[in-house]
């Protein structure tokens, strides 16, 4: 699918460009979640105005670090999604509501801050990066959506307080 997804890539971005907007990419789904592979289309489209919206809880869905996979692709994000996930060893039966990473691992959606991802490790990648982009919490857990935001929205600002 790797040159399907490069040539519509690269035709919106091309269109996009005419019109002064900037494409991105989210590392979403199994085809293009793994940080690599967002590297290798972002890399081949070649357009300045094609980044990626790196969400950072979406690279465990592919059994990725987050921090590692965050730092290694922070120079083509032009946002940064905050999500977080409660994360069960591959052997677990939780229940419902759950679902498995690539490598079967069982995760579910939490408030930011409140699940099994190394946000902190995240963060100080950013700190420590020349990103100078937005940064949003995106929230998947089984909470009410206001208390979720709330609670998630709080966290990320102590992240970089």
């Known amino acids: ?3 399907q997804i490069v040539a519509a890539s690269k035709e ?6 005419t019109k002064g907007i900037t494409t991105s990419l989210e590392n979403h789904g199994f085809f293009v979640q793994a940080a690599d592979r967002i590297r290798r289309i972002i890399h081949a489209v070649d357009e ?8 950072v809880g979406n690279f465990v869905c592919v059994d990725e670090d987050p921090a590692v996979s965050v730092a290694q692709n922070l120079p083509y994000a032009m946002v940064v999604h905050f999500k977080d996930f409660y994360i069960r060893p591959a052997d677990a039966a939780p229940g419902e509501g759950w679902f498995r990473s690539r490598g079967g691992k069982p995760l579910r959606g939490a408030v930011v801050g409140s699940g ?9 990648a ?3 990066s020349d990103f100078s982009g937005y ?13 979720g ?12 307080a």
């Open 12 to 17: 919106i971005a091309q269109y996009a460009a």
């Open 48 to 55: 300045p105005n094609f980044l990626t919206t790196l969400d």
């Open 126 to 128: 950013i700190r420590d």
């Open 1 to 3: 699918m790797l040159p």
């Open 116 to 124: 099994d991802l190394d946000l902190r490790a995240v963060a100080r």
């Open 149 to 160: 935001c709330e609670r998630g929205i709080a966290y990320a600002k102590s992240l970089f």
């Open 135 to 147: 940064a949003a919490i995106e929230f998947e857990g089984w909470e009410d959506c206001l208390l």
